[in-house]
Structure formats: structure tokens, C-alpha cells
């Protein structure tokens, strides 16, 4: 199975932080927790998230509050 990625889905760290009102030291912290959104590396130290991801994040953690 394939997903199809369109222009826009792949967002950069400061891309996801904007998206969820959030430090990029945050982002950062949560990956090396293991919390947080899913995220994709790409090569050794490119980080993406995938809008998708960042949308299912905000949702649980809204059903949590």
C-alpha cells in the first residue's frame, strides 16, 4: 500500500511548531521522549512531519483535556 504525498503534507519543525503553538525545543524534546506527534527522518538529521500526523495529534490531545 502507497500513500500519496502531496505538495504541502511534509512539514518542516518550524512548520509543525507554528502548526501546534509550540517551541521547536519542544518537538525536540518530545522525539527523544518518544511523545508527541509522529514525525519521518529523512537521512541522518532531516525531520519532517506529516500534516495528517500533526491534525491526529491535536485531536487525541484535545480529547485528553
Not at 518518544?34 to 487525541?60: C, N, Q, S, W
Amino acid at each position: 500500500m502507497s500513500i500519496k504525498i502531496e505538495p504541502g503534507d511534509l512539514l518542516t519543525e518550524q512548520e509543525a511548531a507554528a502548526t501546534l503553538n509550540c517551541a521547536i525545543r519542544t518537538l525536540r524534546n518530545w522525539r527523544a521522549l518518544r511523545k508527541g506527534p509522529r514525525f519521518h527522518k529523512i537521512g541522518t538529521r532531516l525531520v519532517r512531519y506529516r500534516r495528517a500526523d500533526l491534525m491526529a495529534f491535536i485531536e487525541r490531545e484535545g480529547d485528553a483535556a
